[in-house]
């Protein structure tokens, strides 16, 4: 039995009252301040994200302060400050303090964050009001359940805090140990007038000489035919964030009429981005199309038979850092085109490819384990977060 439930028979053994918010809250705007006008100092300024836009050098809000975002994507978010803030495109919600514990308050407000964000008004900038808000009710505890509340939440979310932080650490620490041995692998040292790479003597190619180039391109969005039910997989720089670097099914598809006289790129082709965006790469399985951002690389017939697109994936790393500091900029950057033709890379025997391939694919696999593991674990706890805070929060009303 916690707290709450100890101190409810003698408190309230008849329930709770409920009240509006506006009944027992002010609704006090912020006041409007762009960055420009801004004075450099360490006031955080609360507009319309979730985060600080920007910083100021005196505070409109001191002390507990719950604030609400007033507009844009994330019109509704509420944060909780108790150092000196300045709201601007946002309102603060200020409870009557005889009878409401500002905590308390915003463990509520977080509760019905959905249901806030559901507030919603206006044309191309979502608003919301506080006029809207004051009209949700909340139960009104006497003060010491609402700090028996108050405390169990806040542990909550400081062991929340805690899991999150040990296990990012542990995946920084892995990812960090696999780029390294990565390297290792990848990385030909010179000796007696030759290159080895792990005790194997290696060739060096260049680029050109292995591969076929080629530069992705995005057909007209004036004409839906090409953008309707298309069959054609058509990769963007969203279908690598979203979905990692072996790729065989794209985020959107382009119609057969879309496609140009050269045809699709073929499978187990790599693209590379050599501007905008640059140094980032996918080993794509299926024939497919890019967008004009990549540069896809297609192993020459006479070398298929002696690289392992597998292993080029791997070597691709080396090569997006590579990218990222030999940049052209003339109006919009992007990678030294001739330098990158010209770039070479080892080329072990193909025994040796697919050994380094097999030891990264072991290492790749424990760091994808505790990225797949690192967000349902922290997701786990906020469920399990979001129940308690919802039952501690939920009372026979009176």
């Given amino acids: 039995m916690n707290r709450k439930e100890k101190l409810m028979p003698d408190l309230c053994p008849e329930g709770v009252e409920y009240?509006?918010?506006g009944e027992v809250c002010e609704f006090q705007r912020g006041r409007t301040i762009t960055k420009k006008s801004a004075i450099d100092g360490d006031v955080p300024v609360i507009a319309g994200g979730q985060e600080p836009s920007y910083y100021h050098n005196e505070p409109n809000r001191k002390g507990e302060t719950i604030a609400v975002s007033g507009s844009g994507a994330y019109?509704?978010?509420v944060t909780y400050w108790t150092i000196p803030v300045y709201l601007s495109d946002s309102?603060?919600?200020?409870?009557?303090?005889?009878?409401?514990k500002p905590k308390y308050v915003y463990h509520f407000l977080k509760n019905i964050q959905e249901q806030i964000h559901d507030t919603k008004s206006g044309g191309g900038i979502p608003h919301v009001y506080g006029r809207s808000i004051s009209k949700f009710s909340?139960?009104?505890?006497?003060?010491?359940?609402?700090?028996?509340?108050?405390?169990?939440?806040?542990?909550?979310?400081?062991?929340?805090?805690?899991?999150?932080?040990?296990?990012?650490?542990e995946l920084e620490a892995r990812k960090s140990q696999y780029e390294y041995y990565r390297n290792e692998l990848l990385t030909p040292i010179e000796k007696d007038g030759k290159w080895w790479l792990n005790g194997v003597e290696v060739e060096w190619k260049e680029l050109q000489e292995i591969f076929d180039m080629k530069n992705g391109y995005t057909p007209?969005?004036?004409?839906k035919e090409y953008w309707t039910n298309g069959t054609v997989p058509w990769f963007r720089m969203e279908?690598?964030?979203?979905?990692?670097?072996?790729?065989?099914?794209?985020?959107q598809y382009i119609t057969q009429e879309a496609v140009k006289g050269s045809g699709v790129f073929p499978a187990n082709s790599i693209i590379v981005s050599t501007s905008a965006t640059i140094g980032e790469h996918a080993l794509i399985t299926i024939d497919f199309l890019a967008n004009q951002r990549f540069t896809c690389l297609t192993v020459k017939e006479k070398y298929s038979d002696y690289l392992s697109m597998w292993y080029f994936q791997y070597y691709m790393f080396?090569?997006?850092e590579w990218c990222k500091k030999n940049i052209n900029i003339s109006g919009f950057a992007g990678v030294d085109m001739p330098k990158f033709r010209q770039l070479r890379i080892p080329l072990p025997p193909l025994s040796e490819q697919?050994?380094?391939?097999?030891?990264?694919?072991?290492?790749?696999?424990?760091?994808?384990?505790?990225?797949?593991?690192?967000?349902?674990?922290?997701?786990?706890?906020?469920?399990?977060?979001?129940?308690?805070?919802?039952?501690?929060?939920?009372?026979?009303?009176?």
Wanted: charged letters at 30%; glycine letters at 2%.
């Fill in 220 to 223: 007209s969005k004036s004409k």
């Fill in 91 to 100: 309102f603060s919600v200020n409870p009557n303090l005889t009878i409401l």
């Fill in 75 to 77: 019109a509704g978010f």
């Fill in 318 to 320: 080396i090569i997006d």
């Fill in 138 to 169: 909340i139960p009104v505890p006497p003060l010491p359940i609402q700090e028996a509340i108050v405390n169990i939440l806040d542990k909550f979310t400081t062991l929340e805090a805690e899991l999150e932080a040990e296990l990012e650490a």
């Fill in 19 to 21: 009240k509006e918010l």
């Fill in 354 to 398: 697919e050994r380094i391939v097999s030891i990264l694919d072991k290492f790749d696999a424990l760091v994808n384990d505790i990225t797949v593991g690192l967000p349902a674990e922290i997701e786990a706890r906020r469920k399990q977060y979001e129940y308690y805070r919802n039952k501690l929060l939920t009372f026979e009303e009176q």
């Fill in 239 to 251: 279908d690598i964030r979203e979905n990692g670097r072996i790729l065989s099914k794209s985020i």
